[in-house]
């Protein structure tokens, strides 16, 4: 993020997801101690999160992982533990060094096994911060809760937009539907911004406009065409960007099953209102994304697998399920 955009983005913006963030994800109480993992990227986001814990009538512990030593920190550091000692909440806004990804699955795994609700936000950007969890998650969860009861029935979902995406995909009541909504349990932890309900469709073709985020890529001046055809992308078009249309054509044709739609997305995340060009937060827009790529089979189960993933979104989508409408032009419609 630009020093100027990060200007823009106000302490009251902060404080107001940092709010939903203690209150509603991770539901903090009264006398808990909640561990922040923040660094020199994420000061504002950490210092917005410690107000919000003392709000609460509990009490913040920092943790810098600036000071923990020479980053990036391929472990975790020695005495991690007595740090973490007492904690029952916590939450991770530092960058995310790719180096370090094995000390941030250490980390994960430990808060696991101390039952530790985590809010867990690797290299979130302040922007994706204001947008994507200014939200209930009470709300969000109640509404996502509502369209899972809907979809595991389903059969068939179709999808259109103004941009040109009309998809037809089949699902079955063996569908498993994987609900990532933002409520945090102990010893559970879970990304945010939140708010999607996954799943491997049966069957999907048709044409999808990715207008928002594709992977890394911001794509609303530049959308991305997919052709899909029996579950995989068969041509790939961003005719205003060749650049990038090799670049993801290359990634696709690069390894086997990168080219599969892995997963479906339906966004239910109500306060985002249009595309911020980070997938992280584009994912939980209301309407439908898809994931090239890897399927989570270790969730999911299906029997093939792919190295990495895709996520390719899109605002203004319209989805029906089985005839009725569950968002309009990326407006959700309440499934009560």
Excluded at 12 to 35: C, H, N, P, Y
Excluded at 87 to 95: E, Q
Excluded at 258 to 284: F, H, K, M, P
Excluded at 317 to 322: A, H, I, Q
Aim: include cysteine; aromatic fraction near 4%.
């Amino acid at each position: 993020m630009s020093a100027t955009a990060l200007s823009r983005v106000t302490v009251s913006q902060l404080d107001l997801a940092a709010r939903e963030v203690v209150g509603s994800a991770l539901a903090v109480r009264e006398r808990e101690v909640v561990a922040i993992f923040a660094d020199a990227t994420s000061v504002r986001m950490g210092d917005a999160l410690a107000r919000a814990v003392e709000a609460r009538g509990a009490e913040p512990r920092m943790i810098w992982l600036d000071d923990l030593g020479p980053r990036p920190l391929l472990e975790l550091p020695v005495g991690i533990d007595v740090v973490l000692e007492g904690m029952t909440a916590s939450a991770f806004v530092a960058s995310a060094p790719a180096p370090e990804i094995t000390m941030r699955r250490a980390l994960l795994a430990k808060l696991t096994g101390q039952r530790v609700r985590h809010a867990h936000m690797p290299g979130v950007s302040h922007l994706a911060f204001v947008r994507g969890l200014r939200v209930d998650y009470d709300a969000v969860a109640g509404h996502g809760m509502r369209l899972l009861a809907r979809l595991t029935s389903s059969t068939r979902i179709t999808v259109s937009s103004a941009s040109g995406t009309r998809l037809r995909i089949a699902t079955s009541p063996a569908t498993r539907w994987m609900p990532q909504l933002g409520q945090l349990e102990p010893g559970r932890w879970g990304n945010l911004p939140a708010g999607a309900l996954y799943a491997v469709p049966d069957s999907i073709d048709g044409v999808y406009v990715a207008n928002a985020a594709v992977g890394p890529h911001a794509t609303s001046s530049t959308p991305v065409t997919l052709y899909i055809a029996d579950g995989r992308v068969v041509r790939l078009a961003a005719e205003d960007d060749p650049v990038l249309e090799q670049m993801l054509r290359a990634r696709i044709e690069s390894a086997p099953n990168r080219d599969r739609v892995g997963l479906v997305a339906i966004g239910c995340n109500y306060g985002i209102v249009e595309s911020t060009g980070e997938a992280i937060v584009d994912q939980n827009m209301p309407g439908l994304h898809l994931a090239l790529g890897d399927a989570a089979s270790d969730v999911t189960g299906v029997a093939w697998s792919a190295a990495g993933s895709l996520p390719c979104c899109a605002a203004g989508t319209s989805v029906v399920v089985d005839g009725e409408a569950i968002v309009r032009s990326g407006v959700l419609v309440d499934p009560s």
